[in-house]
């Protein structure tokens, strides 16, 4: 299964994650560093203070990086580097370890593409009202020509947002994620804040000249179970659909909110918010979408059970326990799902190249004796997640699909949030006493799939 020329093999990172450094050269506080210091917030207390120790190790994992044969690297930057109170002006020294980072890719022959906002929002910008404060999205257009203008000569590839649904939702909804309030309003206000920030994060980058720029959602087939396949059934996946799907998709790149997603933000957040002309701004032309894929969603219509608190609005929503094999976060695999998303996504939004942005699996990996002195990862469960889906995303091109490229999550075993170190991602191992890089066998693997531009 060979993926067209040009095709991008990569990986990718987030600044919370790997970085570490977390108060060196002027950062100031995020709100993942607030909820991560908040006992109880995060599994066994982890934080992102230290994490891989990025920050004083780019060129070592640079390095990794070219011996996996990677062309493609995804990492974020992080705000609170560039503007410790989130407005006003940069700090340089912020601003410098990306420009390090950058050059030491391009000298690798490695190309960057760059998320402006993975979840670290300045700290001071939450106490001024967060997401749901429409300022916010007014204030990260200016963070992001700060960064353009400091990185816009090297870095083509633009990314506003990084999945705007878990920041709004699991960050104000559920309060799973920081900055971990639980207001459905809020939430809704946060989720059109987001896409009001990228509207006006592309029309800063247009302005200043950016090369490609794309938006990156994390979405997911909604399926119903086939025992359950009834009106309410499918009623309940459309209702789930819209919240996960098409509150995003339809504003970017349709110019519109969808009618059921507009009834439900109605009646939690009012309609207030969503001011005249929003939409043209949130609908600014965008050349690349970035899929972030893991598993599919699986609801039923079951009345009298309550909403999940990261779906304000899903009472009589089941959310149905993966059916078949799941990873070690007990998420369902399953890459049929992938391929039906991106076959849906390039005939229901026609015009916008798609980019496999993340899709990953965590594993409980071990570090074993390779019998010839040193150590090796042994991840064959992590080789069948990536192969089945490569395979699946190879199908999706062969039905029509505008599939450009693919970028594991992730490079590196990191701070996987709210679990902490615990769920590993990595495609390298990190060893966090001694922040020593194992790759494991996936990643050996993947750099034969880089090599001959497809599976076997
Ligand atoms: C994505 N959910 O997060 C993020 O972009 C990464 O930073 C993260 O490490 C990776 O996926 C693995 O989790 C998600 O609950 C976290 O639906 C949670 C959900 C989705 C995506």
């Known amino acids: 299964m060979i993926f067209p020329d040009g095709f991008v093999w990569g990986a990718a990172t987030a600044a919370y994650q790997i970085e570490g450094a977390a108060a060196e050269d002027g950062r100031g506080p995020s709100i993942w560093d607030t909820f991560s210091h908040t006992p109880g917030k995060v599994r066994d207390g982890h934080t992102g203070d230290v994490a891989c120790d990025h920050y004083h190790r780019y060129a070592e994992d640079v390095a990794l990086m070219r011996e996996l044969g990677l062309r493609a690297y995804r990492f974020s930057v992080a705000w609170p580097r560039v503007q410790p109170d989130g407005r006003g002006p940069v700090n340089a020294r912020g601003l410098d370890f990306y420009d390090r980072l950058v050059d030491e890719l391009l000298r690798a022959g490695i190309t960057p593409y760059v998320t402006l906002y993975h979840w670290d929002l300045p700290q001071a910008l939450e106490d001024a009202g967060g997401w749901p404060e ?18 816009g000569d ?53 302005e200043a000249g950016a090369g490609q720029i794309a938006l990156t959602l994390n979405l997911a087939p ?11 059934d499918q009623a309940a996946a459309r209702l789930v659909d819209g919240l996960l799907n098409r509150q995003f998709l339809d504003p970017a790149l349709r110019g519109s909110y969808p009618e059921d ?3 439900v933000v109605e009646r939690h957040a009012g309609l207030g918010h969503i001011r005249d002309g929003d939409l043209q701004l949130i609908s600014r032309r965008i050349d690349l979408l970035g899929v ?5 969603s699986v609801v039923s219509a079951r009345p009298g059970e309550p909403a999940n608190p990261a779906f304000p609005g899903t009472e009589g929503v089941r959310f149905e326990p993966p059916a078949g094999p799941v990873t070690a976060l007990g998420w369902e695999i399953d890459p049929t799902g992938l391929s039906s998303l991106l076959v849906r996504l390039s005939r229901e939004y026609p015009g916008v190249g798609l980019l496999i942005t993340e899709n990953g699996a965590a594993f409980d990996d071990t570090v074993e004796p390779d019998g010839a002195g040193g150590d090796r990862v042994p991840d064959r469960d992590r080789i069948a997640y990536l192969d089945g889906h490569l395979r699946a995303a190879h199908a999706a091109i062969q039905a029509g699909a505008d599939l ?8 590196l075993d990191n701070f996987e949030w709210s679990e902490g170190y615990h769920p590993r991602f990595g495609i390298v191992y990190v060893d966090y006493g001694t922040q020593r890089r194992v790759p494991k066998d996936s990643a050996l693997w993947y750099r034969d799939v880089i090599r001959r531009n497809g599976v076997r």
């Open 222 to 232: 909604v399926r119903t179970p086939p025992h359950a396949t009834s009106e309410p």
């Open 154 to 206: 090297r870095v083509r590839t633009w990314t506003t947002l990084n999945e705007p649904w878990v920041a709004a939702f699991l960050g104000y909804a559920s309060g799973r994620y920081a900055p971990g309030r639980t207001s459905p309003a809020d939430a809704f206000r946060a989720a059109h804040h987001l896409l009001l920030a990228h509207g006006l994060g592309v029309a800063a980058l247009r």
């Open 261 to 263: 997603v507009l009834e």
């Open 292 to 296: 972030n894929y893991y598993n599919p």
């Open 404 to 411: 450009r490229g693919y970028l594991v999550w992730s490079l």
């Open 134 to 151: 429409r300022d916010t999205a007014y204030r990260f257009a200016e963070y992001a020509r700060a960064v353009y203008d400091r990185l």
